[in-house]
């Protein structure tokens, strides 16, 4: 589905990501850790074609996104860290507009039962500026989704979301993958929320790779981490990535 | 009397010879007599103005007067700059005068024709015109050519040229000459668009305009109402 | 898929409340301006006639008259139009830099070429939808409140008078040609637009070389007027008003569908093209090549 191969970025001497390669099998929730500045976004930005890598290749779908990136974007859906919308349309006009520019006709019943699956329908056709930050984060999703993509790449996905937002959030990945075979990369620095839903987790610091696990991998090398003072199965992660991340 | 001093030193220094066989008086009055056949009349014509800094399309008029010194020139449609001393195309003006002197100057060829000139100075200070030069053609009692020199709007030479209405004494053509002030406009007030025609360089100062008057059809002494000349 | 980013950028730029305080705006200054003239307009039109008021009748009623209302308006707000066009074509990459849609928008599958082209050409729709509204209030709304007659120009050195049958097509001419001037300030801000990541700084900086090169353009000194104003783009932007300036005979007299100097005009208007394509083909090169990072 998608295979980096020793991607690289440079600003002036400051390097960002530095050598990364990894794969997402298709059908997998790949979480993406790493501390802040350690590379995530620049990393999702190349991606999607916004930053050009100063070395590397990316390969979605067996082409390279630098020759293909046409046909390759037709088949993502994102959000890119906050997502800031347009405060003077309402969420439908939203859908429309992005399916528009996927190159796909506006369908209003698509659309609606879009809304509803990320629980927006009741205000569908307010505009953007009333919306909490939640409610914004909801329909960053449903633009995202809005061109049926193989693959989603969500950059902190539950920014702003209230406790029951998260929950519906990760039901919603969690079934985007089961139910409808998606692929789905996701940054988070909830590590709790990445362990309930990944399948693999790739963790990068100061732009490198520093680790790229199963959860049963993971889970079984953090008990040999002699982890056990720690009272939850949900704080494995956590104690795995401040191991490797604090070194 | 220091007018009619400085005529005669003028008369006499420039060696002019005074025509004793014309007596400009019976001659001016002559012309009079044919020009009073007309109290009023409604001419239609058409007004080319040619002056330097003005671009004006031909223009369709209709020329209105009323005896004894009432003339307006009104567009029939559009807009046109009339020069304000056209109003001496009515010869009126100059042959109405009533106390003037009136000299005769020798003659001078106008359009083929021998004319006679005659110099009329008015008396009266309070006289808009200053000094008049008639070119009469003696023969058909017509002016082919005046010049008038006038307080309020410098001098004029007018160009007669006459046809079917000869014998009303109105000319089909009329060609009037006047001084022009300078057109400018302060810089940067209008902020013009450069095309390169304002490089070439413009004469300075006063220059000639010329307004030519064609007239298509008299409409003589069927009355013509105040209102018009309001 | 151009037509359709088209669409989007357009559907964006009009249900933004923003656009629409640039047609309020002209709405507003136009009817001003026709009120001012119709209280005031003998006045107005002496302040130009006043050196030949001795010399000729000036028939000022029929000066004032809807086209010549037209012809004032446009002097006095098209210069000022810049600053509108910029306030939205300024707005294109900065705006949404700012706000954080622009990496939304470049991760569609669209190309940044196409995006941008998009951006250009809903500006440049935008460009022509104002000065389409513009001719509504200061033309169509002119006619109607003070009639038709004779169009007279006044030009520092002379005064132009065009018969009204002459007249019409020498605006929709004249609108044209503002729009192909204005369409360059848009794509000068477009331009600005990608080197930003506030809409602000285009914005202001669009109007800023636009005053600056115009007071290089009045100062009328030679060190400017043999060097710099020959090319500023601001001397050819006043274009729009060659097609005021009428041919005349040897003797005097205008001819009717006539331009004085044409070719200055072709000039101006080759010049004006030539900028917006190298303002956009730059824009193009670097939004093309750029790290959106915001």
């Known amino acids: ?247 | 009397m220091l007018r009619l001093f400085w005529i005669c030193v003028l008369l006499l220094g420039s060696g002019w010879k005074v025509n004793a066989a014309i007596d400009p008086a019976t001659l001016l009055a002559g012309v009079k007599k044919k020009y009073d056949l007309v109290r009023d009349y409604t001419a239609s014509a058409q007004l080319k103005t040619n002056v330097l800094f003005i671009k004006a399309p031909l223009s369709q008029v209709t020329v209105y007067y009323k005896r004894p010194d009432q003339l307006k020139i009104k567009n029939q449609k559009g807009i046109s700059f009339v020069p304000k001393g056209t109003v001496n195309i009515n010869l009126n003006n100059v042959l109405g005068l009533r106390n003037f002197e009136a000299i005769a100057a020798g003659t001078y060829q106008v359009d083929g024709v021998t004319c006679e000139i005659i110099k009329i100075f008015p008396l009266n200070d309070e006289e808009d015109i200053t000094r008049a030069t008639l070119y009469v053609d003696p023969t058909r009692l017509l002016v082919l050519k005046s010049i008038i020199s006038t307080r309020e709007s410098g001098t004029y030479q007018i160009a007669m040229q006459y046809g079917a209405y000869a014998s009303w004494g109105l000319p089909d053509r009329v060609l009037v000459e006047f001084n022009t002030r300078e057109f400018k406009l302060p810089k940067g007030t209008t902020l013009d668009y450069d095309n390169g025609s304002s490089k070439v360089d413009a004469p300075k100062g006063p220059q000639k305009g010329k307004v030519e008057i064609l007239y298509r059809t008299y409409t003589i002494n069927q009355g013509v109402a105040d209102a018009i000349f309001r | 898929m151009f037509g359709a980013i088209l669409y989007t950028e357009l559907f964006k730029i009009f249900r933004r409340p923003r656009t629409y305080i640039s047609f309020g705006a002209i709405a507003v200054i136009v009817l001003l301006v026709q009120f001012a003239l119709r209280v005031n307009g003998t006045e107005f039109i002496r302040f130009f006639t006043d050196s030949q008021a001795d010399t000729f009748e000036i028939p000022e009623s029929q000066i004032l008259n809807g086209y010549f209302v037209c012809v004032a308006i446009l002097h006095l707000i098209l210069i000022h139009v810049p600053l509108l066009v910029a306030l939205i074509a300024g707005d294109m990459i900065a705006g949404e830099a700012q706000t954080g849609t622009l990496r939304m928008l470049a991760a569609q599958p669209a190309s940044r070429t196409t995006l941008l082209l998009a951006k250009f050409s809903a500006s440049t729709i935008y460009v022509i939808l104002l000065l389409l509204w513009m001719a509504l209030f200061a033309l169509g709304g002119s006619l109607l409140l003070f009639g038709q007659e004779d169009l007279v120009v006044f030009r520092e050195t002379d005064l132009h008078i065009i018969s009204q049958q002459d007249v019409l097509w020498r605006f929709i001419a004249a609108f044209i040609y503002a729009a192909l001037a204005l369409t360059m300030i848009a794509a000068l801000a477009l331009l600005l637009s990608v080197f930003a990541e506030n809409a602000l700084g285009p914005i202001v900086a669009t109007v800023c070389i636009v005053i600056v090169f115009t007071i290089l353009q009045q100062l009328k000194v030679p060190v400017f007027e043999q060097t710099i104003n020959p090319w500023s783009f601001t001397t050819h932007m006043l274009g729009w008003k060659g097609f005021f300036y009428v041919e005349k005979t040897s003797e005097g007299v205008t001819i009717n569908g006539s331009v004085e100097n044409p070719m200055a005009l072709v000039r101006s208007g080759a010049i004006l093209i030539g900028y917006t394509f190298l303002f956009v083909l730059v824009a193009e090169r670097v939004y093309r090549k750029k790290d959106i990072l915001c």
Request: charged letters at 25%.
């Open chain 1, 1 to 247: 589905m998608l295979s980096v191969r020793g991607l690289t970025k440079r600003f002036g001497e400051f390097t960002a990501v530095d050598d990364l390669s990894f794969n997402v099998e298709q059908g997998q929730v790949y979480g993406f850790l790493g501390q802040n500045g350690a590379g995530k976004s620049t990393t999702i930005r190349m991606l999607l074609s916004l930053i050009r890598p100063t070395a590397g290749e990316i390969n979605f779908f067996g082409q390279s996104l630098f020759t293909h990136r046409k046909e390759i974007l037709s088949q993502i859906g994102a959000i890119v860290e906050k997502p800031d919308l347009y405060k003077y349309l309402s969420a439908m006009e939203h859908l429309n507009l992005f399916a528009r520019f996927g190159g796909h006709r506006p369908d209003p019943k698509k659309h609606v039962l879009l809304l509803e699956k990320v629980g927006l329908a009741q205000r569908a056709n307010s505009r953007v500026g009333t919306y909490s930050q939640g409610m914004r984060q909801r329909l960053a999703l449903a633009c995202a989704l809005v061109n049926d993509p193989s693959l989603l790449i969500l950059d902190e996905p539950t920014n702003g979301l209230d406790p029951q937002g998260i929950a519906d959030m990760r039901q919603l990945i969690r079934s985007l993958c089961k139910e409808q075979g998606k692929t789905v990369l996701v940054s988070s620095h909830l590590l709790s929320e990445i362990e309930m839903i990944a399948d693999r987790v790739l963790i990068i610091h100061k732009g490198k790779k520093v680790a790229e696990e199963s959860m049963d991998s993971l889970t079984e090398k953090a008990s040999q981490l002699k982890l056990q003072a720690l009272p939850e199965k949900r704080y494995v992660l956590e104690a795995y990535f401040l191991s490797l991340t604090s070194q």
